[in-house]
């Protein structure tokens, strides 16, 4: 720091010959420049205005550095207030020159070039720095944050020489540099810690959706990803290492995963800080004399990293700094997203829960999701994507509280619609109101008033519908504005009800429709089913998502990612949870054998665990009860370690295959039934299926293994083997229906393997064979079977497919280390007595 | 205030759509949930119906379906919803710069939900 230099009082007398208050403000920023213009709009001679800024230049629009960066504006363009601003403000600005003290008791700032400043009334305003994540490599040339001109000047030139860019954060910040990058030429990645994009602002589906487009522009998004390092090479990044071992060239790292109010100078003048600068409802700190206002305050527990609500503090700041107080009350938030050709908009509480109705509407043909939260009377939330236009009016409604009861039923649909009638308005009058040539079914090409007209003459149902008019007969993502006509056309002669079993409440559509639809529009995630399929809700409920998840992982073998938050609690921990909470867990003994080693590991856990009970159950294997989840690693890893695998006792999947002794012992045995069975569960073991599965293989009529109450049974006779399908034991015991006879094992194998892959291409989800044969009818599956020559090897050959995917042992997976928090607790309490309490990790 | 607050770590430690647990000497175990929309909120990890672990449980909405007889709890109000009845303590939770933090007193001995 240089010497210190006062300067001599240069303020001008006012007319009555007093001076003027010294206002000091420390930030040329947004809020730090609005502060002044609210005050000299008020009063202008109150103050002689100086104020510093660190970065050297004038005051500037700094949400605009993205278009800047993306080339649509440059910063003259951006400027806000001019030089000539400050001067016929008469406000000095020193700019380039940033304070590094504040001696409250002399009441001056001591800046950088070693400048001293006395004020009587000081205003901070210092915004935010933003946050680096402290990984190794941080330091290095070619490492960007995005927050002034100097950081978009060097993205600017680091873009110019092309390369790759690894944009790390995938919020607002992060994606307008991605974007800004991108269009400039490089080929952008962007590194994101949560699951969907731009989390705080948006849900699942609206981030789904985003990281879609995205994609489809050519940027690389890698979700759930965290950084390891930066690699880097002669002093410059080369790279960025995540800590699943990926690495991802880089010739520049745009390090955009938050902000941090900028504090240190307040802090260290003994001003009180809490995240921010605290300060009161007129922006008044700690000390009377020094105010501060922006992103570097904290009101009320709340710190804002958004332009308006500083607009808001602005106008108590002026009102206070004149005499005239009113005072700041918190603001309300709205985020869009500025990249061009995406639109996106969220604003206030989009949680849902007790008491809120979320209302959805989706339009997968136009790219639209639109989501509003209401409550009581209340819009509290919104969230839009692909279409914001209305985000102003939701805002407004939700800022203002406006008793939304009149509009209720057509908000969703907008201002215009909303507010358009005035009357009541309801989804059936919003197609009411649509004109004749207005386009219902985008498939067959059907106009409004051809479905009208097709109602007219007698087509009362939806099936009735699509047979005489096409209309809904082909994706289906029309049916609810078919079903709206209906009601509309025929009033109460409609019954509302479609005859099919919907999936869950959240959608309209039946489970053979979604299956269909899955494979037609090639849909191959929970979020884009919800989407193209125009689901009610934004994610759903416990009902569709696992069924989606299966149907997902049938559909798309190796391609689609299992969703484990979509799955029942025992297939996601890979054992049964019990009433008191603790496991059981059921190795697999192959066709119900078994062997010392195995016996042995098993009693060793048994002992090891003090598992209070071990079982033979009735699927021919051992039940391991009491493990506690924090165990369950561990068990696993020393059943794997005497060669047990998972049994899947637990899942929608393959159970057992439970053998006779067959042929190799029995006096009657015909064929080598164990042998049979050991081969059908090294071959079926693993696969996911509607509901569980159960095989057996009995040696003789005399069927010990009770073949003929098992999804799939053999029955082997002298003359090769008798195949039954679609037994079932329990609530409702049904014997098998006689699929066929073969001569060979390969042949009862291969027939094993197509049924079981037709039942899981067909079933709804949680439909056992039984239901499934009963609702479709045996003809159905035998003519699936055996009406195309090639339909059991096809079919065959899918499992087969589908199988080399599914075959590694969960448990191998969660005994080496994955998934550990879905095992481990976060932490433990122990309250002491005396001592405070006390927070073992 | 921070002193009334139990620090319990960086919030990804829980991944969306997933609930970890706390045991407490003493007291109930607490169950802490991410929902997908990216909130947090803390409930004692047991169900009103017959005590079953909600932290098992699937999460949607605001919402965890208990894993052993598929009873809707609310995470926000502990209350059972639908035609079920029964309410299980919250504990008042918030998020600071990143990090979890729980209500000591409400961890020790969780206050009846409202
Ligand atoms: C352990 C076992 C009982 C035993 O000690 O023998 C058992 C235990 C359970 N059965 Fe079972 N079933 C067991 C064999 C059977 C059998 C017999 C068989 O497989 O030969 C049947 C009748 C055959 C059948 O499935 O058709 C059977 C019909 C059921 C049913 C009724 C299914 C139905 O379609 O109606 C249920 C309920 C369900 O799945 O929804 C059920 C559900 C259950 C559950 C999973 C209940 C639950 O949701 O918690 C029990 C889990 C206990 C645990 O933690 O391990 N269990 N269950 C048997 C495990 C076999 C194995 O090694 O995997
Ligand atoms: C790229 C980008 C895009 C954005 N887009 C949006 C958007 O779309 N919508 C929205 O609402 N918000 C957006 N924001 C956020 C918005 O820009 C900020 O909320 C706003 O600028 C905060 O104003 P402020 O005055 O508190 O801080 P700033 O504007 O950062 O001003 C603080 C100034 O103080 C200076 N300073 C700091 N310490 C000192 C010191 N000791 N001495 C002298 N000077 C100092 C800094 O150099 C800086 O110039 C965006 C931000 C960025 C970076
Ligand atoms: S018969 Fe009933 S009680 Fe016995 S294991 Fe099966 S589900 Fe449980
Ligand atoms: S214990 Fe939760 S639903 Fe029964």
Redesign the interface.
């Known amino acids: 720091m240089n010497a210190p230099a006062t300067f001599p009082d240069s303020r001008i007398p006012r007319p009555d010959g007093t001076l003027p208050q010294r206002l000091v403000v420390v930030g040329n920023g947004m809020a730090g420049c609005r502060a002044v213009e609210e005050i000299l709009a008020r009063d202008p001679a109150r103050y002689a205005i100086t104020i510093f800024g660190a970065e050297p230049r004038v005051n500037y629009n700094r949400i605009m550095l993205s278009p800047v960066l993306a080339g649509e504006k440059t910063f003259d363009e951006i400027v806000i207030n001019d030089a000539a601003w400050y001067a016929d403000n008469g406000i000095t600005l020193l700019s380039g020159d940033a304070v590094v003290a504040i001696d409250r008791a002399a009441k001056t700032v001591i800046a950088a070039s070693g400048r001293v400043e006395a004020y009587d009334l000081l205003l901070l305003a210092t915004g935010s720095d933003p946050f680096i994540i402290p990984v190794p490599g941080k330091d290095l040339a070619g490492m960007v944050t995005f927050r002034d001109l100097d950081d978009v000047d060097k993205m600017v030139r680091a873009a110019d020489s092309g390369g790759s860019a690894v944009v790390i954060g995938g919020g607002l910040l992060g994606l307008e540099a991605a974007h800004g990058l991108s269009l400039r030429g490089m080929k952008v990645t962007v590194i994101h810690?949560?699951?969907?994009l731009m989390?705080?602002q948006l849900?699942?589906a609206a981030g789904w959706l985003l990281k879609a487009e995205l994609e489809a522009r050519g940027q690389s998004i890698l979700t759930?990803a965290?950084t390891a390092e930066i690699i880097g090479k002669d002093g410059h990044v080369s790279a960025v290492r995540l800590k699943d071992g990926r690495v991802i060239d880089a010739d520049i790292v745009v390090m955009a995963v938050?902000i941090?109010p900028a504090t240190a100078l307040a802090k260290q003048a003994g001003l009180e800080v809490g995240?921010g600068i605290l300060v009161d409802d007129h922006m008044v700190t700690s000390d009377p004399a020094v105010l501060a206002v922006g992103e570097c305050v904290e009101h009320r527990g709340t710190c804002y990293g958004l332009v308006a609500p500083l607009w808001d503090m602005c106008r108590a700041l002026a009102d206070h700094a004149t005499g005239a107080p009113t005072g700041y009350e918190g603001s309300v938030t709205a985020t869009k997203l500025k990249v061009s050709g995406i639109e996106v908009f969220s604003a206030g509480d989009?949680?849902?829960?007790?008491g809120c109705e979320?209302i959805v509407m989706r339009d997968a043909a136009r790219g639209l999701y639109k989501r509003v939260v209401v409550k009581g009377d209340r819009l509290i939330g919104a969230v839009l994507y692909g279409d914001t236009a209305d985000g102003a009016w939701y805002f407004d409604l939700l800022r203002k509280s406006v008793d939304v009861s009149d509009i209720r039923e057509a908000l969703i649909f907008g201002q215009a619609f909303a507010s358009g009638g005035g009357a009541l308005l309801d989804p059936n009058s919003a197609v009411a109101a649509l004109s004749d040539d207005a386009e219902i079914c985008g498939c067959n090409g059907v106009s409004k008033g051809k479905v009208v007209s097709c109602i007219a003459r007698g087509a009362h149902s939806i099936d009735a519908v699509r047979a005489g008019c096409k209309a809904s007969a082909s994706c289906g993502s029309c049916t609810g504005l078919v079903e709206s006509l209906l009601a509309v056309t025929l009033g109460d002669q409609f019954a509302g009800e479609r005859g099919a079993r919907t999936v869950c409440k959240c959608t309209s559509f039946t489970h053979d429709d979604v299956r269909r639809l899955i494979l037609e529009k090639h849909l191959k995630a929970i979020p884009a089913v919800m989407q193209a399929l125009h689901w009610s809700?934004?994610?759903?409920?416990?009902s569709c998502?696992?069924a989606l998840n299966y149907y997902l992982v049938c559909a798309w073998p190796g391609e689609y990612d299992d969703d484990?938050?979509?799955?029942?609690?025992?297939e996601?921990?890979h054992a049964n949870?019990q009433?008191?909470?603790t496991y059981s867990v059921v190795p697999r003994m192959w066709g119900g054998l078994t062997n010392p080693r195995e016996l042995r590991a098993i009693a060793d856990v048994v002992e090891k665990y003090n598992a209070p009970m071990v079982k033979v159950t009735g699927g021919q294997r051992l039940d391991i009860f009491g493990i506690r989840?924090e165990d369950l690693p561990a068990v696993w890893a020393d059943l794997n370690a005497a060669g047990m695998v998972s049994g899947h006792a637990y899942g929608k999947s393959l159970r057992t295959v439970k053998t006779c002794v067959g042929s190799e012992w029995c006096r009657f045995g015909t064929q080598d039934s164990t042998g049979l069975g050991v081969q059908i569960e090294h071959m079926t073991w693993g696969s996911w299926m509607p509901h569980k599965f159960k095989i057996a293989v009995s040696g003789c009529p005399r069927n010990c293994a009770e073949a003929t109450i098992k999804d799939f049974g053999i029955i082997c006779v002298d003359s090769g083997y008798e195949l039954h399908v679609g037994g079932n034991g329990g609530i409702k015991v049904r014997v098998t229906d006689l699929l066929g006879k073969v001569a060979t094992e390969a042949e009862a194998m291969a027939l094993c393997a197509a049924f079981i892959q037709l039942y899981r291409e067909q079933a709804w989800y949680l439909e056992r064979t039984a239901p499934w044969i009963e609702r479709v009818g045996l003809e159905h599956v035998k003519a699936g079977l055996f009406d195309d020559p090639g339909a059991i090897a096809a079919l065959a050959a899918r499992f087969a497919h589908s199988q080399s995917f599914m075959q590694d042992d969960p448990w191998a997976k969660r005994a080496a280390g994955a998934d550990a928090?879905?095992h481990?607790?976060?932490?433990?309490?122990?309250?002491l007595e005396l001592a405070p309490?006390e927070?073992v990790? | 205030m921070i002193g009334d607050w139990l620090d319990i770590g960086p919030v990804s430690q829980i991944s969306p759509g997933n609930a970890r647990t706390m045991p407490v000497r003493g007291g109930r175990e607490v169950a802490i949930f991410h929902t997908l929309n990216n909130e947090f909120y803390a409930l004692v990890n047991a169900c009103p119906h017959k005590g079953g672990p909600l932290s098992q449980g699937i999460v949607h909405g605001t919402v965890v379906a208990c894993p052993l007889h598929n009873w809707n709890i609310s995470l926000k109000t502990g209350e059972a919803l639908g035609e079920d009845k029964g309410c299980v303590p919250t504990i008042p939770l918030r998020i600071d710069a990143g990090r979890i933090y729980l209500l000591r007193s409400a961890v020790i001995a969780p206050a009846p939900a409202g």
């Open positions: 810690l949560m699951p969907t989390e705080r849900d699942e759930g965290d938050g941090r995240r989009f949680s849902g829960g007790d979320d809700t934004p994610d759903g409920c416990a998502r696992p484990q938050q979509s799955r029942f609690v025992n996601r921990m949870i009433k008191d909470g989840k928090d879905l481990q607790h976060l932490a433990e309490v122990r309250p309490m927070l990790r």
